[in-house]
């Protein structure tokens, strides 16, 4: 196989050319890390070095062999390090596997290198500072979204089909609708995060991965999601294959709520066409659309999130210093980690219990939302992908309020689907200017089945696989030569 052609085939299609031995777990591995270093030297979007050899796991299991990667944040691979984008955590290598990294191990995928993220993964856009800046794909000199925009920028430039992301605020959707990739977020207590935590940032995290195609995301799906022994939250596991099975199914007369923003933070006009134009092609296919939006006090959700994300991040630096030198960590931080860190530290129960009290009910009225629309129809971000070093988390003076508002101008629509565990997808319908346009789709609870078979229509009706960007895979001079077992790696400029 030419490095051409494996850029240009998903997960699903991989596995099956290894089931008929038309190429070996070897051969991927290869072909997968000569991608990943070719378009990593204009990405910035590995973390560390690219694997040198497959896994031993990834000699059996349903997608045994098929390239991966981690986001180096939360999910743990023993002896892989897991540094989070700091400074303060460099160096740190997981003693052991999360439940979900023992999924991915059981699938036999093979992970060929970790992805950067923005430091405790809390900002828009991937740019930490002991790294470099993730870039997009479409646009070298714009964002790949964050937090997970190392893996969303890999995706879409071919170099793998799919690969790790989690979402505490909008980390899996912002990235894949900037990058035009595909990016679930599931419902809570679908996805096992322990057994090192049992309710992430106050339930808001979920973690899943990024992918080029709904029929990928459906059969990842399947292979990961049911609750672990112990989990606080529990989602039976479906029957074998049930998520794929929806992808063939053709739902009718779903009502669907659309909204293209607040009227203080609405979308930019080319965003909020495109989920005008998606509304418009769901009617066409016999679902009921009407604009509509569940009520969110805005203040009070404002102060829930600085709230949840302040105490995280301060707990997370209180674990790691021991009550030791936190002056010294605290200078090893970026100014918005520092700022949300001075914050969190001086919180009472009475704040966490009062944003906890606000997080229930907004939980319960959206549900009540969801039973009388089926579906919610709104933008993933305000704008397409935005320049390089606009969203400065290092900016001195920076106060925690202030960065916690300006991450939700940037992406006001992706949070409260954090806050109230529903799923939410993000798929690349459109594109303006040269630049990814996603939509979000959000249901209740547990119904991801509903929204894959959605989302596999919106690809058929609106097919985005053919669309290539100007950093690719398939575009290197080189080709691989599996048969030597390793990867020739030419020398290229950056473009």
Same mark, same amino acid.
């Given at each position: ?136 794909? &479409? ?22 089909? &799919? ?48 992918? %080029? ?23 039976? %596991? ?38 005008? %134009? ?16 569940p009520e969110v006090d805005e203040e009070r959700f404002r102060d829930l999130n600085l709230t949840f994300w302040s105490a995280s991040i301060a707990d997370t630096v209180r674990t790691l210093t021991d009550g030791r030198d936190v002056e010294g960590a605290l200078a090893a931080l970026e100014s918005a ?10 919180l009472r129960w009475e704040d966490v219990s009062r944003a906890r009290a606000y997080q229930h009910r907004l939980t319960r009225s959206t549900a009540d939302f969801l039973g009388r629309f089926d579906l919610i129809l709104t933008p993933v971000t305000r704008s397409t992908a935005w320049p390089i070093g ?73 097919? &985005? ?15 691989? %030569? ?14």
């Open positions: 196989m030419e490095l051409r052609e494996y850029a240009h085939l998903d997960a699903t299609a991989l596995r099956n050319l290894v089931t008929r031995r038309e190429v070996t777990p070897d051969e991927l591995f290869a072909l997968a890390r000569a991608a990943i270093v070719h378009v990593d030297a204009i990405l910035g979007a590995v973390v560390g070095d690219v694997f040198d050899e497959p896994p031993a796991h990834c000699a059996s299991g349903a997608f045994a062999g098929v390239p991966f990667a981690l986001k180096d944040l939360m999910c743990t691979a023993a002896g892989v390090p897991n540094e989070n984008g700091s400074a303060l955590t460099a160096g740190h290598v997981a003693s052991g596997d999360s439940d979900l990294m023992a999924r991915w191990r059981a699938a036999g995928l093979a992970v060929v290198c970790r992805t950067s993220t923005p430091e405790f993964g809390f900002s828009a856009t991937t740019e930490p500072v002991i790294g470099r800046a993730t870039r997009n794909p &479409w646009n070298p000199d714009r964002v790949a979204g964050g937090s997970s925009g190392g893996s969303a920028a890999l995706v879409a430039a071919g170099a793998l089909p &799919w690969a790790h992301a989690n979402d505490a605020g909008g980390s899996i959707r912002t990235p894949a609708a900037l990058c035009g990739v595909v990016g679930l977020k599931p419902s809570r207590g679908l996805i096992p995060p322990g057994p090192g935590a049992d309710e992430p940032l106050f339930g808001l995290t979920a973690e899943f991965a990024v992918t %080029r195609t709904v029929r990928d995301t459906a059969a990842l799906l399947d292979l990961v999601h049911g609750s672990a022994p112990g989990d606080r939250y529990h989602l039976p %596991r479906r029957a074998p294959g049930e998520f794929v099975a929806a992808l063939d199914r053709r739902p009718r007369g779903l009502r669907v709520a659309v909204s293209t923003g607040p009227p203080g933070n609405p979308a930019d006009p080319a965003v909020a066409s495109e989920v005008v %134009r998606v509304a418009g092609l769901l009617a066409e296919l016999g679902h009921h659309v009407e604009q509509a939006a980690t520092a700022a949300m860190v001075r914050h969190g530290w001086p606009e969203l400065d988390a290092n900016r001195p003076g920076i106060g925690a309020r202030e960065w916690v508002d300006t991450l939700s101008r940037y992406s006001p629509f992706t949070a409260v689907h954090n806050v109230t565990g529903n799923p939410a997808i993000s798929v690349p319908t459109g594109m303006c200017d040269g630049l990814p346009v996603g939509v979000q789709l959000a249901a209740a609870s547990g119904r991801e089945d509903l929204l894959l078979a959605v989302a596999a229509h919106l690809e058929k009706a609106s097919p &985005w696989q053919g669309r290539i960007p100007p950093v690719h895979a398939s575009g290197l001079p080189a080709e691989v %030569r599996p048969d030597r077992g390793s990867a020739e790696i030419p020398q290229t400029e950056g473009r």
